[in-house]
């Protein structure tokens, strides 16, 4: 049905509300698809055509896709480098903890 009406425009010269209204579709779409034609063909290079359109709806979703998971690794990091530090003791006397090996008993 699109091409057929791309064609029609195309083809006839006539206006795309006139062709609209004579295949039943709202006019708007119709100068959507042809514009859309158009940039496909190379005839419109201020618009994307359906190739570019769909590389760059890929684009943005792998770009999502990877944000989300720069976030989750980002998270796991700090979690493990929170869980990967030795546990503090209470210090003892002279302010040395029993990893300096420095804590005497007295």
């Given at each position: 049905m699109?091409?057929?009406a791309v064609r029609e425009v195309r083809t006839s010269g006539r206006p795309v509300a006139h062709v609209a209204r004579d295949l039943g579709i709202h006019k708007e779409a119709l100068r959507l698809w042809v514009r859309q034609a158009e940039a496909d063909q190379?005839?419109?290079p201020d618009l994307l055509t359906t190739a570019?359109?769909?590389e760059?709806?890929?684009l943005r979703k792998e770009n999502a896709d990877l944000r989300r998971a720069n976030e989750?690794?980002?998270a796991a990091s700090v979690f493990?480098?929170?869980?990967?530090?030795?546990?503090?003791?209470v210090s003892g006397?002279?302010?040395h903890?029993?990893?300096?090996?420095?804590?005497?008993?007295?």
């Open positions: 699109r091409e057929r190379g005839d419109r570019e359109k769909s760059l709806a890929q989750i690794l980002k493990f480098a929170r869980s990967a530090r030795p546990a503090l003791r006397p002279g302010g903890t029993e990893e300096d090996g420095a804590w005497c008993s007295l």
